[in-house]
């Protein structure tokens, strides 16, 4: 059936990206767009990289997004989370009221994690929305000590733009490597390398157990009994499917909505973005993904899908995320699947290339500040190489930049 | 008529090279790390392929312009 109101539910990147791909597409009929935040969409990458400078930068909102309603013809339902779907009736609940669709969207993202028993604390943050970056960075003004909780891609982030202001930085970490289950054991700790060398404290295999203090926090109180003085506490431990909303709607819920190839999660539904776990053609397994490149493809993919029923693709991805630690440029392509092979550099060296493989096949791939190569690695993995093409390829990549 | 340019803004980009991933044909992380645009006229024939790097790039650095 042929959609005549479309209902996307979440207003970040892949939700803007699915509107935006429904007019390019032709798609003459109403469209609504919810969103939980006030604000029109923006990007989220710079808020735990250059927005966090002093400089005060603004909420980096999506180009166009000012006129976005009038422009696409977009009902904009935004400050209001959606708090019910119904799959038979074909509803939504938002807080005050319902509706209606034809064909639906969920693009909802994903939340922070919270400290237990961090609640109400003052100085205690997370960092996922613009809200949340922008008292990240006035926290940050005020000077440090600072305590990073979680050494993972945001919190080496936010750890990274706190010493670059010079201030104090420690991060904790429960486990004796960071970063094990994104890139591997080893590639982890050459990459938590980049904290010492650039004067932040990092400390592994140590359990928080307890923030202290009054109203405002004062320390964290490690379950070794020590205590590290903290004037800001940054939260920094993972994210969840928001998907508390659709719980008893039918959908498959298991870390994210579960989607089949197309994106499509059950008649007339959809899902696109951090929160949808689809499975990948390209790795013959479910993914969830917490990128910005396929929230934008997904988004867009979803929507094509949606208006043509009858023809629908397969969604096709090689994940790729990037992150920046004190001016150093990470790249990864693919999965992490085992530990890599050094193929270019020195894992103790502010430039390498690593390589993972599954069986035979070239999986994966980890830059750090290899930026000429990384994408050359990817076009590998999406047609399915071997393991020997992806090392002819280091091979080459190698010669040329020793020429 | 007129032909159909890329454009890249140097101050936005970065090299994350998620426009060579889509359009190899047109653009290349060189080996300084800097972004190369191999060739900047786009035929109608490539122009949703253009379109689809532009949209690609995270940090809005690139665009297409009629001159």
Known sequence: ?403 | MKTLKIKLDRSKCTSLGICESIAPEYFEVDDQGQLAVLREDVPEEMRALAEQAVAGCPTGALSLESE
Request: contains cysteine; glycine residues 10%; aromatic residues 6%.
């Open chain 1, 1 to 403: 059936m042929y959609p005549e109101h479309i209902l996307v539910v979440g207003a970040s990147l892949a939700g803007l990206r699915a509107v935006e791909a429904a007019r390019r597409a032709g798609f003459g009929g109403r469209i609504t767009l919810v969103g939980d935040e006030a604000r029109l969409p923006y990007d989220r990458p710079p808020l735990s990289k250059e927005f966090l400078d002093p400089a005060s930068a603004p909420v980096p909102f999506f180009p166009g997004v000012e006129d976005l309603g009038a422009r696409l013809g977009v009902e904009l339902r935004l400050g209001q989370a959606a708090r019910r779907l119904d799959l038979v009736a074909r509803t939504v609940d938002l807080e005050a009221d319902r509706i209606a669709y034809d064909a639906l969207l969920i693009a909802t993202g994903v939340t922070a994690r919270q400290l237990p028993g961090a609640h109400g604390l003052a100085g205690v943050h997370t960092l996922r929305t613009a809200d949340d970056a922008i008292a990240v960075r006035a926290a940050l003004d005020g000077g440090g000590p600072v305590v990073v909780i979680g050494a993972g891609f945001i919190g080496s982030e936010v750890a990274s733009a706190a010493r670059q202001r010079g201030l104090e930085v420690t991060i904790l970490e429960t486990l004796p490597t960071p970063l094990v289950r994104s890139v591997g054991a080893q590639a982890g700790l050459a990459l938590s390398a980049l904290h010492a060398r650039h004067g932040t404290t990092l400390r592994c295999s140590v359990g928080v157990e307890a923030l202290e203090g009054g109203q405002r926090v004062e320390a964290v109180r490690l379950q070794d009994g020590s205590r590290i003085a903290a004037r800001t506490v940054i939260v920094g431990i993972g994210a969840s499917p928001a998907t508390r909303w659709l719980e008893g709607s039918g959908l498959t819920l298991d870390n994210g909505v579960v989607c089949d190839d197309s994106l499509s999660a059950a008649q007339q539904v959809w899902a696109a973005g951090d929160v949808a776990r689809w499975h990948s053609p390209d790795f013959d397994q479910l993914l969830r993904l917490e990128h910005w490149t396929n929230a934008a493809e997904q988004g867009a993919h979803a929507v094509r899908n949606m208006l043509q029923p009858e023809q629908t693709m397969a969604y096709h991805h090689i994940p790729y995320f990037w992150s920046d630690w004190y001016g150093q440029r990470i790249q990864f392509v693919g999965l992490p699947v085992g530990d890599p092979v050094l193929v270019a550099g020195d894992w103790n060296a502010d430039a390498f290339t690593a390589m993972y493989r599954q069986g035979d096949r070239f999986i994966g791939a980890l830059t750090l500040n290899r930026r000429a190569d990384i994408m050359k690695y990817r076009a590998l993995i999406a047609r399915r190489a071997g393991w020997d093409e992806g090392l002819a390829l280091a091979a080459t990549r190698n010669t040329a930049r020793a020429a």
